[in-house]
């Protein structure tokens, strides 16, 4: 199986520009440099941004961070941000963020879900594509799936009706719905792969990921040159595993659940978490986060991957339109990842430590 595989993913692709709509229309400050907000977050976060900041630095990238704590206050027993880090993002525009826990017994709700809804960052941009040089089964891998961010499974609406029986309520609305939809056909327009494919469970789940289909035929009607298509998730799920490079022109838009099984389920094709960025997109905000946890077991040790996180910041380059930079550190960090194990962290089979690393990709640009 393995060497058949290897056999018919004879082409390495590059990673390409993946421009990512919706404006950014942040202000370059007098000294020719944008603030960007950066939420450290939990666990290996600190670590991982650290670095980020030293490439950066490096790069003589024209952004200056704002960093921000994102401690969670219970207020009405909501979870709440601290308003100064709300109030950082609605001025930038623009944020970079390290993974978050969400902090244990105290009727907090998830933190990561408190952002999106407090920002309404309202799709999830999660590319995936192979890195050349690194060995993995395939190695044509390039995928992008675009998950409804803000409802759907993650509504967070749950309730006993008796002792014994719990209803946990999956939410679709047509606007969110139509707001994801729309955003994956303009996504599927500015990356040249014209093809949209709704990837969905409507034969079991009529009325809710109908609505999802549904919405979708109504909005295809507006890109008659953008192709689209409805896969049902398990076929999906089957097909991706089995030869990834059929989705290699597609854009995946699903409900939430959906979009984050299936995007780990992607990161594992190209070498697993430590690889995969992501983009939140908001109708003025914009969060880019690595797909990845806090890694709670790794943290503090210097053992960490910063390479989600950097291609995170990859993407936040480009959608501030300063590619010329992205592309420099993009093409660092790939060259490090290249170079061997002696400079790769323990989740790619190597030996390096984070900043070793860091101190790579750095002589690397
Ligand atoms: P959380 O509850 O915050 O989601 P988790 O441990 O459930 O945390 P992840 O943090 O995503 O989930 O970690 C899953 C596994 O992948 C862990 O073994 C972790 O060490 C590893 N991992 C995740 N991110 C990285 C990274 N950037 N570098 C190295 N290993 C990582």
């Known amino acids: 199986m393995f060497r058949q595989l290897t056999r018919r993913s004879a082409v390495i692709p590059q990673f390409t520009r993946s421009y990512i709509p919706g404006q950014f229309t942040g202000a370059k400050k007098a000294n020719g440099k944008y603030t960007v907000t950066l939420i450290e977050g939990d666990g290996i976060g600190p670590e991982i941004s650290e670095a980020v900041k030293e490439i950066y630095a490096a790069a003589d990238v024209p952004i200056e961070w704002e960093p921000v704590d994102v401690t969670p206050l219970l207020i009405d027993g909501k979870t709440t941000l601290p308003q100064p880090a709300v109030d950082s993002v609605n001025k930038n525009l623009v944020a970079l963020k390290g993974p978050l826990a969400t902090p244990v017994g105290k009727g907090h709700s998830s933190m990561n879900l408190t952002l999106r809804r407090t920002f309404n960052l309202f799709a999830n941009v999660r590319p995936c594509q192979s890195v050349q040089g690194f060995e993995t089964p395939y190695k044509n891998v390039d995928t992008v799936l675009i998950r409804e961010n803000t409802e759907g499974e993650y509504s967070g609406i749950e309730h006993t009706i008796v002792p014994g029986v719990v ?28 093809h949209v494919l709704v990837v969905h469970k409507a034969s079991i789940m009529k009325l809710s990921d109908g609505l999802f289909v549904e919405t979708a035929k109504e909005v295809g009607k507006e890109y008659p040159d953008v192709s689209l298509d409805y896969e049902l998730l398990d076929n999906t799920s089957l097909k991706l595993a089995s030869d990834p490079s059929d989705y290699k022109n597609i854009v995946m838009v699903m409900p939430n659940l959906y979009g984050d099984i299936m995007s780990d389920l992607s990161s594992g094709l190209i070498g697993g978490l430590g690889l995969t960025p992501s983009a939140n997109m908001g109708n003025t905000v914009s969060i880019f986060e690595a797909v990845h946890g806090s890694a709670p077991d790794i943290a503090g040790k210097g053992l960490a991957n910063p390479t989600a996180l950097l291609l995170s910041s990859v993407m936040m380059l480009r959608h501030m339109s300063l590619n010329d930079y992205a592309d420099k550190i993009d093409a660092a960090v790939k060259k490090t990842i290249a170079s061997g194990p002696a400079n790769r962290t323990g989740d790619l089979r190597g030996t390096a430590s984070t900043q070793h690393f860091t101190a790579q990709v750095i002589s690397n640009l």
């Open 167 to 194: 209803q946990s309520i999956k939410l679709i609305t047509k606007p969110a719905s139509e707001k994801v939809i729309r955003y994956a056909f303009e996504y599927a327009k500015s990356v040249n792969k014209p």
